[in-house]
C-alpha cells in the first residue's frame, strides 16, 4: 500500500467525485482513478462505490480513510511547525457567519481578534447559506439553526431569542399585536427561505403555538430589516441583538414577550469538520469566538494556550 494512493483516497472521498479531487490536487483525472485502481487491487477490496454524481466509501474504505486522514493532519502540522519555527502565529482562517449576527455582533469580536493576532489572515463571509457549511474555503461556520448537522462538530455559542417588535411611532399609530393570531394580519418585517412558508413557533411553559406568515418586507440581511422596524413600516420579528440597543432606548417596543417565538431556531452553533486538520490559527479563532460568547470571559486567550 502505497502512501500517495492512500491520502489520494482521502482526497476523493472529501471532494466526493474524481473529477473535483483532480482539480483539488492538480492532477488528471485518470491520474487519480490509478491511484484509487492500485490501492484497491493492493488491499484486494472495493473501497468506494461511484454513482453517477458522487463517491461514497465502503466499509473498508472508511476505515481507510480514517487511517489516510490521521496521516493527512499529522503531517500538515509538521510542516505548519516548520514552517513557523521562530515566528509569531500566522495562517489562515475562513470564517462563514450570518449576515445579521456576523455584522451586528461579531465584528467587533473579529477585529478585537486581528488586532490580537496580526500575523492571522481573517478571510470572513458573510452568509446565510446552510447547505455544504464547511467548504474548501470555510474553516469554521456560525450558524442559528434548530439542531446542528450530524456531520460537524457543533460548539454551543448560546440561545438566541427572537423579538416582535415595532418602532414607538407605528404603535402609537397602529398598535401592537397582543395575540399571536394578530401576526397573520399585521405588516410584518423578517427573514424567509426562498419557496418555503415561514412559521412562527411560540412557547410558554408546556403550551406551544404555531402561526404561518407572510411578511411584507422580506430580507436575509438584518440590517436592512432593522432599517425597515426603524421606519415604522411594520412588526418585526427578529434576534434580539438587532435591535438591542433601539429597545433599550425606548425607540423600539416589544410585544407578546410572554412566549419564546422561534422561526430558524434557538441556538447558535459554531461548526467544524470533525476530521480535517486545524492550523494553531484555526484552533486559536475557535477558542477565542468561544470565549467571547461567554459572558464574563476573557477573550484575549494566549498563544501558548491556543496551541495545546
Request: charged share 20%.
Amino acid at each position: 500500500m502505497e502512501l500517495t494512493s492512500l491520502t489520494v483516497l482521502v482526497d476523493i472521498l472529501d471532494a466526493g467525485n474524481l473529477s473535483q479531487a483532480a482539480r483539488n490536487l492538480k492532477m488528471t483525472r485518470a491520474n487519480v482513478s490509478y491511484h484509487l485502481t492500485q490501492l484497491e487491487k493492493s488491499v484486494g477490496v472495493q473501497l468506494v462505490r461511484r454513482t453517477t454524481r458522487r463517491v461514497e466509501p465502503t466499509e473498508v474504505g472508511l476505515r481507510l480513510y480514517a487511517h489516510g486522514r490521521a496521516i493527512q493532519n499529522e503531517m500538515l502540522a509538521a510542516r505548519e511547525t516548520i514552517t513557523m519555527l521562530g515566528q509569531g502565529l500566522q495562517g489562515r482562517v475562513g470564517l462563514s457567519v450570518p449576515s445579521g449576527y456576523g455584522q451586528l455582533v461579531m465584528s467587533d469580536w473579529l477585529i478585537d481578534f486581528k488586532r490580537l493576532y496580526p500575523g492571522i489572515v481573517l478571510d470572513v463571509l458573510f452568509e446565510n447559506r446552510v447547505d455544504d457549511l464547511i467548504r474548501d474555503d470555510v474553516d469554521i461556520a456560525v450558524r442559528v439553526m434548530p439542531e446542528p448537522p450530524p456531520t460537524l462538530v457543533a460548539r454551543d455559542l448560546g440561545r438566541v431569542r427572537y423579538i416582535a417588535c415595532a418602532s414607538r411611532a407605528y404603535a402609537q399609530t397602529h398598535g401592537l399585536p397582543t395575540q399571536l393570531e394578530a401576526l397573520r394580519s399585521a405588516p410584518l418585517i423578517t427573514a424567509g427561505v426562498v419557496g418555503r412558508q415561514l412559521r412562527l413557533r411560540a412557547y410558554q411553559g408546556t403550551l406551544r403555538e404555531e402561526v404561518t406568515l407572510e411578511p411584507t418586507l422580506i430580507s436575509e440581511h438584518f440590517p436592512f430589516l432593522r432599517q425597515g422596524i426603524l421606519a415604522g413600516l411594520g412588526v418585526g420579528l427578529v434576534p434580539d441583538y438587532v435591535m438591542q440597543d433601539a429597545v433599550a432606548s425606548g425607540e423600539v417596543l416589544t410585544t407578546l414577550d410572554e412566549w419564546r417565538l422561534s422561526i430558524f431556531g434557538n441556538q447558535m452553533y459554531l461548526l467544524y469538520m470533525p476530521q480535517r486538520h486545524q492550523t494553531r490559527a484555526v484552533r486559536t479563532c475557535i477558542d477565542y469566538l468561544l470565549a467571547r460568547a461567554r459572558p464574563g470571559s476573557d477573550p484575549a486567550l494566549p498563544e501558548a494556550a491556543a496551541s495545546d
